[in-house]
T-cell receptor, first 111, second 120 residues
Framework: KQEVTQIPAALSVPEGENLVLNCSFT??????LQWFRQDPGKGLTSLLL?????REQTSGRLNASLDKSSGRSTLYIAASQPGDSATYLC??????????FGSGTQLTVLP | DGGITQSPKYLFRKEGQNVTLSCEQN?????MYWYRQDPGQGLRLIYY???????QKGDIAEGYSVSREKKESFPLTVTSAQKNPTAFYLC???????????????????FGPGTRLTVL
């Protein structure tokens, strides 16, 4: 059964810093991996989807990498802003074709 | 304006009652999903449906039931058999639930705003 771990659980940084969020998963047989953002009490917003054949995917200040063989993905946020404060969730899609979610990294960007 | 809607936003239930959470999408998506989120935890899959009139159990289906009579609607009933129903419930949809196209293209899941259920 797929298990997903996100480290750190919480992170606080000053505005303008570049930062990296980590995601590891135990079953490398995945089709793709999604990164989501969740604001308090809200639904999830998809940020990036990276396919198993890809190494990187970029959208604006966000860059996601995927190393399927080692079961790792990172989300890089450049020049962080207070509006980036949220919980970030990663979710690989495995052989059962369903998403398995990590518990998330709660990011606070201080002005 | 396309998207996924969930209602109500907040729901209170007395012990022993069944309640139904609504999920509607106008994205013309084939697949729909229900997840449960507890504080400080990731989402866990309750049920999913890849096509109308078909659905499968997820990881934590006990105490829940669903129907998929229309493509755009996937209501979730929380029954009295669910021992700890207080949670945040999220509905999602994706263009396709399975098939070779999914493996090649990947398929983004889009989420609704959620329903917070509290048992009194």
């Amino acid at each position: 059964k797929q298990e997903v771990t996100q480290i750190p659980a919480a992170l606080s940084v000053p505005e303008g810093e570049n930062l990296v969020l980590n995601c590891s998963f135990t079953d490398s047989a995945i089709y793709n991996l999604q990164w989501f953002r969740q604001d308090p009490g809200k639904g999830l917003t998809s940020l990036l989807l990276i396919q198993s054949s890809q190494r990187e995917q970029t959208s604006g200040r966000l860059n996601a990498s995927l190393d399927k063989s080692s079961g790792r993905s990172t989300l890089y946020i450049a020049a962080s802003q207070p509006g980036d404060s949220a919980t970030y969730l990663c979710a690989p899609r495995g052989s059962a074709r369903q998403l398995t979610f990590g518990s998330g990294t709660q990011l606070t960007v201080l002005p | 304006d396309g998207g996924i809607t969930q209602s109500p936003k907040y729901l209170f239930r007395k012990e022993g009652q069944n309640v139904t959470l609504s999920c509607e999408q106008n994205l013309n998506h084939d697949a729909m999903y229900w997840y449960r989120q507890d504080p400080g935890q990731g989402l866990r899959l309750i049920y999913y449906s890849q096509i109308v009139n078909d659905f499968q159990k997820g990881d934590i289906a006990e105490g829940y039931s669903v129907s998929r009579e229309k493509k755009e609607s996937f209501p979730l009933t929380v029954t009295s058999a669910q021992k700890n129903p207080t949670a945040f419930y999220l509905c999602a949809s994706s263009a396709r639930g399975s098939g070779r196209a999914l493996e090649i293209r990947g398929d983004t899941q889009y989420f609704g705003p959620g329903t917070r259920l509290t048992v009194l």
